[in-house]
């Protein structure tokens, strides 16, 4: 009998066990039923980075500059790890905003946890000579728009990710 009970209590435990596992984890499942995917593609001929959101996809990045070919990155290259950036920093929660920053000496675009926090993760560097604001701008078409999704500082711009991403939905976009 003592046997049995012990099989029983184990047999409980699991259940239990095995309840609180799909507990813990379908509210997850349903938190966001959207997955935002990263990747790399084709924009109108060039590599582009793109955001899959939904049935949607936007195109975030044509890479089309051969200024850091000579040391190895080509714009295929550019856009396969700055896609897999993108994807890995929207994974952990890093990515919130997309502003500009310096790094090992040189401009780079970056991403920040915060309006106004300092880079968390870099995106890309830019070349030499670059205007960080004037990039940002390009790369989000914040100057086209009548209100955008860009926080200006004095220092520099903050795009709020989840605003642009919104926006780009709702707008006719094709990669």
């Given at each position: 009998?003592?046997?049995?009970?012990?099989?029983?209590?184990?047999?409980?435990?699991?259940?239990?066990?095995?309840?609180?596992?799909?507990?813990?984890?379908?509210?997850?499942?349903?938190?966001?039923?959207?997955?935002?995917?990263?990747y790399c593609g084709t924009s109108?001929?060039?590599?582009?980075?793109?955001?899959?959101?939904g049935n949607r996809v936007v195109?975030?990045?044509?890479?089309?500059?051969?200024?850091?070919?000579?040391?190895?990155?080509?714009?295929?290259?550019?856009?396969?790890?700055?896609?897999?950036?993108?994807?890995?920093?929207?994974?952990?929660?890093?990515?919130?905003?997309?502003?500009?920053?310096?790094?090992?000496?040189?401009?780079?675009?970056?991403?920040?946890?915060?309006?106004?926090?300092?880079?968390?993760?870099?995106?890309?560097?830019?070349?030499?000579?670059?205007?960080?604001?004037?990039?940002?701008?390009?790369?989000?078409?914040?100057?086209?728009?009548?209100?955008?999704?860009?926080?200006?500082?004095?220092?520099?711009?903050?795009?709020?990710?989840?605003?642009?991403?919104?926006?780009?939905?709702?707008?006719?976009?094709?990669?």
């Open positions: 009998m003592f046997h049995a009970c012990g099989w029983a209590g184990r047999a409980l435990l699991g259940f239990l066990w095995l309840g609180m596992l799909i507990h813990v984890h379908a509210p997850a499942a349903q938190a966001n039923p959207r997955r935002i995917t990263f109108q001929g060039a590599p582009a980075t793109l955001v899959r959101s195109p975030i990045i044509r890479w089309t500059s051969d200024a850091f070919a000579e040391s190895g990155y080509s714009n295929e290259r550019r856009c396969q790890e700055v896609s897999q950036r993108f994807q890995a920093y929207y994974d952990d929660g890093s990515l919130s905003f997309i502003t500009t920053g310096r790094m090992n000496g040189q401009n780079v675009v970056c991403v920040a946890r915060s309006h106004g926090g300092p880079c968390a993760g870099l995106l890309f560097t830019l070349k030499p000579g670059t205007n960080p604001t004037r990039v940002i701008n390009q790369l989000f078409n914040i100057r086209t728009r009548a209100s955008g999704p860009i926080n200006e500082t004095t220092a520099r711009p903050y795009v709020d990710f989840n605003e642009f991403l919104q926006e780009a939905e709702g707008s006719e976009s094709t990669p």
